[in-house]
């Protein structure tokens, strides 16, 4: 069977660095000199082109203009190759995964997103396993066909669809979790995919879209808020966005002041979302008193979106629909990418 071909995108983080010998701090390497790093790159089945960013990120320092900037790289290079390996920090990789997927659409080759807790060039780095076997996996066909088909997140031998992972841990090796949709491929000694949670792609058409609008606020919600601060924000704030990062299935203190500002501000351009800090389950403002009164201002319920999920997708949506508030809350409910359950 002909090798599958696979272009390796080196986009910063802790992978990509090693401890320079001399003062110990962490650096990042030349990355096209990787198989120098990782020889076992040079023992799978596949050819590796690895290109790297000319000034890779923390990702705690990505913006939409970088997701953009990893899209055109694979758009660009999308017929030359079988699949795509995405080497990216650990802290936001969830939120370009998510971006990915809402940009790419009826992908026909895997985007696999890769990182890593320790450098790669330590001794117990867990860097090399997640990078081969990202690789294993954007290379992986049955009968002439890429097995996975969309975004996804290779961590510490699980396979999730990214636009439902969240980063969950800063120490452990199993850094990732998607919490309400179930692995696309397990691994131990095999690579176990199910391919029954694999999206299914409608069209075999693919359409690249790029554009975010930032213009989008998340006020998150404890016991205690002084309602009348949060007021205050978001009549300040120019943002046609707003989240509500609410408690459970969508509830939160009951507040007359709050209920009147929502109604008032949704008659403008103006969205209100309800999303939960619960991290697995849905919202559900027919449950309780508090998301019905929600509700009946205009609130509109996320589901079961991660809170990144939700983020990204206003940003996609808002630059889409920049004044038709209609169309932003017909798609912000619809299922685009596997990212929400109907
Ligand atoms: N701060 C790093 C980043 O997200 C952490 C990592 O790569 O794991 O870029």
Known sequence: MKKSQILLIYTGGTIGMKEDSENKSLQPFNFNQITKEVPELKKINCVIDAVSFEKPLDSSEVNYEFWEEIGDNIFDNYYNYDGFVVLHGTDTMSYTACALSFMFRNLEKPIILTGSQLPIGMVRTDGKENLITAIEIASAKRNNESLVKEVAIYFEYQLFRGNRTTKVSSEHFDAFMSYNYPALAEIGVEIKYNLNNILV??????????????????????????????????????????????????????????????????????????????????????????????????????????????IVKSMFLLNKFPNDKQKFLEFITKDLAGELSE
């Open 201 to 310: 792609q409608k069209s075999k058409q693919l359409t690249y879209n790029k554009g975010f609008n930032p213009n989008v606020l998340v006020v998150f919600f404890y016991p205690g808020i002084v309602i009348n601060q949060i007021l205050k924000l978001m009549k300040d704030n120019s943002s046609n966005v707003i989240i509500l990062y609410s408690f459970g299935s969508g509830n939160l203190p009951s507040s007359n002041e709050l209920y009147s500002f929502i109604k008032d501000v949704t008659n403008s351009n103006k969205v209100f979302l309800n999303a939960s800090q619960c991290a697995a389950g849905s919202v559900d403002q027919n449950k309780y008193e508090g998301g019905r009164l929600l509700r009946n201002v205009g609130v509109v319920g996320m589901k079961d979106m991660t809170i990144e999920a939700i």
